[in-house]
């Protein structure tokens, strides 16, 4: 059966820092794998996608994420934090069937 | 322009009284979704309709039930909510039901029982 790891639940960065949150998966075959962000009182935005090809994507507000195979994650990366970042994280994982499975999350805190 | 739209923002029902949310698309999709995400937690997966048919996940109570009378609207029955039962309900469509379709999301139904 597939899961969706996300091993930190809270992370606080620096505004301007770079981040990085880290999702591992488990998959017998390549899954269709998804960040998404959730601000406080909000619905899911999805912020990208991981289909097939380049393993490195790009996403909305600055983000981008890359595929591993080998190590079978997804992180999601940002160079530099903006105040605005500050919400909670998920990453998920669609296979064949029509179920998008989430993770934990990760909740980001932005200080100045 | 909201795309996926739930009403109420904020509902409060007492113990055991039946309550309905509601969530209407204009995106002409035919697949919607009902998600509940306890605080802290994941959404989870309650059901979906693919077009007329629903799907029911295996561990979803059969205190929760869904109606879609036609493709712009899908609403959330709970017949007797009890406090478990507090929390976020998430509506999504996607266009099709293949692995690959993004889903699009609400802002969401906050969900008190008192």
């Known amino acids: 059966a597939q899961s969706v790891t996300q091993p930190d639940i809270h992370i606080t960065v620096s505004e301007g820092a770079s981040l990085e949150l880290r999702c591992n998966y488990s998959?017998?075959?390549?899954?269709?794998l998804f960040w998404y962000v959730q601000s406080p009182g909000q619905g899911l935005q999805l912020l990208l996608k991981?289909?097939?090809?380049?393993?490195l994507v790009q996403g909305i507000k600055g983000f981008e994420a890359e595929f591993k195979r080998s190590q079978s994650s997804f992180n999601l990366r940002k160079p530099s934090v903006h105040w605005s970042d500050a919400a909670e994280y998920f990453c998920a994982v669609k296979t064949g069937a029509n179920n998008l499975f989430f993770g934990t999350g990760t909740r980001l805190t932005v200080i100045p | 322009d909201a795309m996926v739209i739930q009403n109420p923002r904020y509902q409060v029902t007492q113990f055991g009284k039946p309550v309905t949310l509601s969530c209407s698309q204009t995106?002409?999709?035919?697949?919607m979704y009902w998600y509940q995400q306890k605080s802290s937690q994941a959404p989870k997966l309650l059901f979906h309709?693919?077009?007329?048919?629903?799907?029911n996940e295996a561990d979803t109570p059969d205190n929760f039930q869904s109606r879609r009378p036609n493709t712009s609207f899908c609403f959330l029955d709970i017949r007797s909510p009890g406090l478990g039962d507090a929390a976020m309900y998430l509506c999504?469509?996607?266009?099709?039901?293949?692995?690959?379709?993004?889903?699009?999301f609400g802002s969401g139904t906050q969900l008190s029982v008192l």
């Open positions: 995106l002409n999709h035919n697949v």
């Open positions: 991981y289909f097939s090809g380049d393993t």
């Open positions: 999504a469509t996607s266009r099709d039901i293949t692995a690959n379709e993004k889903l699009f």
């Open positions: 998959y017998g075959a390549t899954p269709y």
């Open positions: 309709y693919y077009d007329k048919d629903f799907n």
